[in-house]
């Protein structure tokens, strides 16, 4: 009897059974992820007046939920070579779970940071496997559709996130953005500890390099707080200094670790293969582009155009409510024809819109700036699916859960110097200018102005992610091609023999 093309690199046809109920359940758990993060940036002055504090220091809830989640993908990617990845979910939903269960009882500000941290500790878990995860539990003539669904799930929470948030905190209190995780994380949990069973090859010894994951967590966390830091005042300051000097030599020390290390904590040679790196790269890139475009828009309608937040939020909504329908539709269109073209045309499709964007904020132009955004949702829905497919089939079975990490990371990362650099370049922008006063106090000219010239920047980045994932492609490229082609070319070939 002739094994399926599954079967023939490991994977037998009896995994895919159930792929629609864990497709359900790590979605449904990066969904709770990405609203929460939303629900709690819009209870921020609630919580900052409840605790009677600043906004400097109720910022940490944010800011060291971001830091820590951050450093820690590719920790928790490496250790799930050992653990699994379905146990290292399930761990880290618990672990979500319980967090959100004592961050909606915190008494103090200092306790809710510190639970958020831990929060942190779980999301991390969960969101830097759900990828390969995912990749495991469907074919290979599925997987591009499959991945498409976490553009979905992403617009999904960036469409109700904030209206939900202020809903519940209107209504019931702050402390039932957290509490509400409870009860669906439960349930979530008792579903994944009977469905998701994926055969998955675990090394038997656990040897983690713990000197290179020190390191590795610590220059990614200062990496953030130096630009972080460097944008809320463009001086030079001792926090900047000292960020900025223990990145410089944790990065070095990391490299360093990780080229004499046995078992590294992350194989730095994954990146010679640029099927992989390429792929990352872009997703980075872009990522900082969308993040710089979403932290500047609103300063321009509520400032030039005079809405209000729930207008410019309305108006926004667009962005998601296109990304709905165009990720999907990505992801079936790439496992119909597997374009190698289809992520750089997508970010391509941004940069235009990001470049109309700009434009129509120059000319005060609302149905080219509606046009605009149409664009933006279709672009982002389109690059997500092949972004994804084409990074996690790029490097053997094994490694794909350092590849859903190390992309999980890129994608981090990269909005987090995007609400830096967003800040960053409109403070230079307004300064060039003369002025230096609150940035909706300046004139709707000169905003207008900044925020156009921002708007060209991320056209300009999308063009060069766009780039860089063409390149990818370029004939001659000496990497691996990754179980992915190799399983579609077996898929082929026992079609032709039936």
């Given at each position: 009897?002739?094994?399926?093309?599954?079967?023939?690199?490991g994977?037998?046809?009896?995994?895919?059974?159930n792929?629609y109920v864990?497709?359900?359940?790590?979605?449904?758990?990066?969904?709770?992820?990405?609203?929460?993060?939303?629900?709690?940036?819009?209870?921020l002055?609630?919580?900052?007046?409840?605790?009677?504090?600043?906004?400097?220091?109720?910022?940490?809830i944010?800011?060291s939920?971001?830091?820590v989640?951050?450093?820690?993908f590719?920790?928790?990617?490496?250790?799930?070579?050992?653990?699994?990845?379905?146990?290292?979910?399930?761990a880290?939903?618990?672990?979500f779970?319980?967090s959100?269960?004592?961050?909606?009882?915190?008494?103090?500000?200092n306790?809710l940071?510190?639970?958020?941290?831990?929060?942190?500790?779980g999301?991390?878990?969960?969101a830097?496997?759900?990828?390969?995860?995912?990749?495991?539990?469907f074919?290979?003539?599925?997987?591009?559709?499959a991945?498409?669904?976490f553009?979905?799930?992403?617009?999904?929470?960036?469409?109700?996130?904030?209206?939900?948030?202020?809903?519940?905190?209107n209504?019931?209190?702050?402390?039932?953005i957290?509490?509400?995780?409870?009860?669906?994380?439960?349930?979530?949990?008792?579903?994944?500890l009977?469905?998701?069973?994926?055969p998955?090859?675990?090394?038997?010894s656990?040897n983690?390099?713990?000197t290179?994951a020190?390191?590795?967590?610590?220059?990614?966390?200062t990496?953030?707080?130096?630009?972080?830091?460097?944008?809320s005042g463009?001086?030079?300051?001792?926090?900047?200094?000292?960020?900025?000097?223990?990145?410089v030599?944790?990065?070095?020390?990391?490299?360093?670790?990780?080229s004499?290390?046995?078992?590294?904590?992350?194989?730095?040679?994954?990146?010679?293969?640029?099927?992989?790196?390429?792929?990352v790269?872009?997703?980075?890139?872009?990522?900082?582009?969308?993040?710089?475009?979403f932290?500047?828009?609103?300063?321009?309608f509520?400032?030039?155009?005079?809405?209000n937040?729930?207008?410019v939020?309305?108006?926004?909504m667009?962005v998601?409510?296109?990304m709905?329908?165009?990720?999907?539709?990505?992801g079936?269109?790439?496992?119909?024809?597997?374009?190698?073209?289809a992520?750089?045309l997508?970010?391509?499709i941004?940069?235009v819109?990001?470049i109309?964007?700009?434009y129509?904020?120059?000319?005060?132009?609302?149905g080219?700036m509606?046009?605009?955004l149409?664009?933006?949702g279709?672009?982002?829905?389109?690059?997500?699916?092949?972004?994804?497919?084409?990074?996690?089939s790029?490097?053997?079975?094994?490694?794909?859960?350092?590849?859903?990490?190390?992309s999980?990371?890129?994608?981090?990362l990269?909005?987090a110097?995007?609400?830096?650099?967003?800040?960053?370049?409109?403070t230079i922008?307004?300064?060039?200018?003369?002025?230096?006063?609150?940035?909706l106090s300046?004139?709707?000219?000169?905003?207008s102005n900044?925020?156009?010239?921002?708007?060209?920047?991320?056209?300009?980045?999308?063009?060069?992610s766009?780039?860089?994932?063409?390149?990818?492609?370029?004939?001659?490229?000496s990497?691996?091609?990754?179980?992915?082609?190799?399983?579609?070319?077996?898929?082929?070939?026992?079609?032709?023999?039936?």
């Open positions: 009897m002739q094994q399926t093309a599954q079967e023939q690199v994977i037998p046809d009896s995994v895919y059974k792929r864990i497709l359900a359940i790590v979605l449904i758990g990066v969904l709770m992820s990405v609203l929460d993060g939303f629900m709690v940036s819009i209870a002055p609630t919580i900052t007046t409840h605790f009677n504090v600043n906004i400097v220091q109720s910022q940490w944010i800011t939920y971001l830091v989640m951050t450093g820690l590719i920790f928790f990617g490496k250790v799930s070579e050992y653990s699994g990845n379905a146990k290292l979910f399930m880290g939903w618990a672990l779970t319980l959100s269960l004592a961050c909606g009882f915190a008494a103090s500000i306790e940071i510190l639970f958020r941290i831990i929060q942190a500790v999301a991390s878990m969960v830097g496997v759900s990828g390969a995860i995912i990749f495991h539990s074919p290979p003539s599925e997987i591009g559709k991945m498409g669904y553009g979905v799930v992403t617009a999904i929470g960036f469409l109700i996130g904030p209206g939900l948030g202020g809903f519940i905190t209504l019931i209190g702050w402390q039932y957290f509490l509400v995780n409870v009860p669906i994380g439960v349930i979530l949990l008792v579903c994944a009977k469905y998701l069973k994926i998955e090859n675990t090394s038997k656990f983690m390099d713990w290179g020190i390191m590795l967590v610590i220059s990614v966390a990496l953030i707080l130096f630009f972080s830091e460097l944008a463009l001086v030079i300051t001792v926090p900047l200094t000292v960020y900025g000097v223990i990145f030599f944790s990065l070095i020390a990391f490299l360093l670790q990780e004499k290390c046995k078992n590294p904590m992350l194989d730095l040679s994954i990146f010679r293969n640029r099927m992989f790196s390429l792929p790269l872009s997703l980075l890139i872009f990522t900082m582009a969308l993040n710089m475009a932290v500047i828009g609103p300063f321009y509520q400032g030039v155009m005079d809405y937040p729930s207008q939020g309305l108006l926004f667009l998601p409510l296109t709905i329908f165009a990720a999907p539709m990505g079936m269109l790439y496992d119909r024809y597997h374009s190698k073209y992520a750089g997508g970010v391509l941004s940069a819109s990001f109309l964007l700009g129509a904020y120059l000319i005060m132009n609302l080219l509606v046009i605009a149409l664009l933006w279709v672009g982002n829905g389109l690059f997500t699916s092949p972004n994804n497919t084409e990074t996690l790029a490097l053997p079975r094994e490694k794909t859960a350092i590849a859903s990490s190390v999980t990371t890129a994608k981090s990269g909005g110097l995007g609400v830096s650099f967003a800040s960053i370049f409109m922008s307004l300064n060039t200018a003369g002025y230096s006063g609150e940035v300046a004139s709707p000219s000169l905003l900044s925020i156009s010239i921002i708007m060209f920047i991320t056209g300009v980045l999308c063009i060069i766009a780039v860089v994932a063409v390149l990818r492609n370029i004939k001659g490229n990497v691996l091609y990754g179980q992915l082609g190799e399983m579609q070319e077996l898929s082929s070939e026992e079609h032709l023999e039936d």
